[in-house]
């Protein structure tokens, strides 16, 4: 256990201190093994009104498993208690030009899963989604920017495989 949030054998995380924009993502599954999709407001600078995971940048002075715990709290009300398993690393730079360092994880959350506490002026709507609709994350967009569904897909096909308590 690491900070009240247990996480799984294998799990490094990376050192976010060592001058990179990072970005921490969290694939939340559900008891039923769904995972949870927020969209974002349709004023973001970057990917507006689109479907998107639980996450954001890493702070000055914060650890990965630090800003997760922070992101999942600000998106939702809910507490990380779980990091399951590390699903994707990826570079990317968006139309604002800062190259960032994303790392998505799964994960479990406590709280009221009914009644998320999306954060005012970010996010408009959520939706539970298993593997038979992902589609429904597809956005009016390039097909080459679908990697949300991706990281989506990964994290309900791990939540299917048997593994220990972390």
Request: net charge negative; aromatic share 8%.
């Amino acid at each position: 256990m690491a900070s009240g949030v247990e996480v799984a054998e294998g799990i490094v995380f990376p050192d976010t201190a060592d001058g990179g924009r990072w970005v921490g993502g969290a694939v939340i599954i559900d008891d039923a093994g769904r995972a949870f999709a927020q969209r974002r407001s349709p004023d973001r600078k970057v990917f507006p009104h689109c479907w998107d995971i639980v996450g954001g940048h890493v702070e000055p002075g914060e650890t990965m498993l630090q800003a997760l715990r922070r992101e999942v709290a600000e998106e939702t009300g809910w507490e990380l208690t779980a990091v399951l398993d590390e699903l994707y690393r990826l570079v990317w730079t968006p139309g604002d030009g800062i190259e960032r360092h994303e790392v998505d994880y799964l994960v479990r959350v406590e709280g009221d899963l009914t009644a998320p506490r999306l954060e005012p002026g970010k996010h408009t709507e959520f939706m539970w989604v298993d593997e038979n609709h992902v589609d429904l994350l597809h956005d009016h967009r390039d097909p080459g920017e679908y990697f949300i569904t991706d990281i989506v897909s990964r994290g309900l096909r791990s939540a299917r495989r048997p593994r220990g308590r972390a």
